[in-house]
């Protein structure tokens, strides 16, 4: 159970970095839902209009999502059994509508190599392999192997083809896999989870710390840095985070720009409401001015909390 003095860490920590009062934190954090529903292409063309149709009918509060193909925005979660039976045949993917954003952002091409850094359970590497219609060199990784077997399995119901299943560690996996190999890295990193903290369970705060986000940054920074390594020149990284705390996002991104002078940021190029700029300053540190490129969606009825940060690698032999 957390203790009153975590909680009230929490929703000072929160209105800080939200720009709002502290009382208003707790209406704010009521807990994370699926609130979209991706329809997978990856199966045959039948049972994706099928699937369209029981969507529609079962599921009519749901809306498309103008930013992201096959897929709806899901707020009142009308007809959830029904969509739990398509999502346990791999016919639909439920998910928080936030995390849409990163397989978005990445935009692989067809033929792309393209490498999931953390990647279990799958949701945006199996996003990212329905984008390109499997036509992509697809390396699922993940730190944590159980996760990882699992994930496997779950490849097999979607209809994901990948070329590669590892558990390396994030932060050193530039020394088990070959340099300037991908076009495309995808890096939603471990982080302490605020955007799907529930303060009508406060046990969902029990993993909550100020000590562990401390911890987590330079963990971050590192799996960045070890991915930076594995990145064709040209090509594009997304680093996103499920938290809000600048120190888990703008630092570990701001350090790696000074560090990699090849690096920026770019802007994506689709928005929401509940998009906000990237920060450049927080409690006393300095962040590269770039980040105001990056998205820090503020949690609503639709989008829990998160951090979403496009980085391109300038092309070979430019300045
Ligand atoms: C936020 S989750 C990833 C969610 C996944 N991208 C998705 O969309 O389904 C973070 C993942 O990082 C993995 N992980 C934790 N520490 C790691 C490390 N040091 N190296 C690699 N993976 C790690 C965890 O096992 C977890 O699956």
């Not at 860490?9 to 934190?25: C, D, G, K, T």
């Not at 949701?123 to 496997?152: E, Q, S």
């Not at 938290?243 to 996002?249: A, R, V």
Request: proline share 7%.
């Amino acid at each position: 159970m957390s203790s009153a003095r975590t909680i009230r860490q929490f929703e000072q920590r929160m209105a800080e970095v939200l720009r709002i009062r502290p009382a208003e934190v707790n209406k704010i954090f009521r807990g994370a839902r699926p609130t979209s529903i991706r329809v997978n292409r990856l199966l045959d063309e039948d049972t994706y209009q099928d699937t369209l149709r029981a969507v529609r009918e079962k599921a009519p509060k749901a809306f498309p999502v103008d930013w992201c193909e096959h897929t709806f925005l899901w707020p009142e979660s009308d007809g959830f059994e029904d969509m739990l039976a398509l999502a346990h045949e791999g016919r639909v993917y439920l998910q928080n509508a936030s995390s849409l954003i990163p397989p978005v952002a990445l935009s692989p091409r067809p033929g792309d190599s393209v490498l999931d850094v953390a990647a279990a359970p799958g949701g945006k590497a199996f996003h990212l392999a329905a984008r390109v219609g499997n036509d992509c060199r697809l390396w699922l990784n993940d730190g944590a192997a159980p996760r990882a077997r699992k994930m496997g399995e779950l490849a097999e119901l979607y209809g994901v083809r990948y070329a590669e299943l590892t558990t390396h560690p994030a932060q050193y996996i530039d020394k088990s896999l070959p340099a300037e190999s991908f076009d495309r890295i995808m890096l939603d990193v471990q982080c302490s989870g605020e955007g799907r903290i529930d303060l009508r369970r406060p046990s969902s705060l029990r993993f909550w710390s100020e000590e562990r986000i401390e911890k987590y940054k330079f963990l971050q920074t590192k799996m960045i840095s070890a991915a930076y390594k594995l990145l064709r020149p040209g090509g594009v990284m997304v680093y996103s985070t499920c938290t809000l705390s600048p120190e888990e996002n703008e630092f570990p991104v701001s350090r790696n720009l000074e560090r990699h002078k090849d690096l920026t940021l770019e802007p994506l190029d689709f928005s929401e409401p509940s998009f906000l700029p990237g920060v450049t300053s927080w409690r006393g540190m300095k962040f590269d001015e770039r980040l105001k490129d990056a998205v820090r969606v503020a949690p609503t009825d639709t989008f829990e909390g998160f951090f979403v940060a496009r980085i391109v690698k300038a092309p070979a032999g430019s300045e």
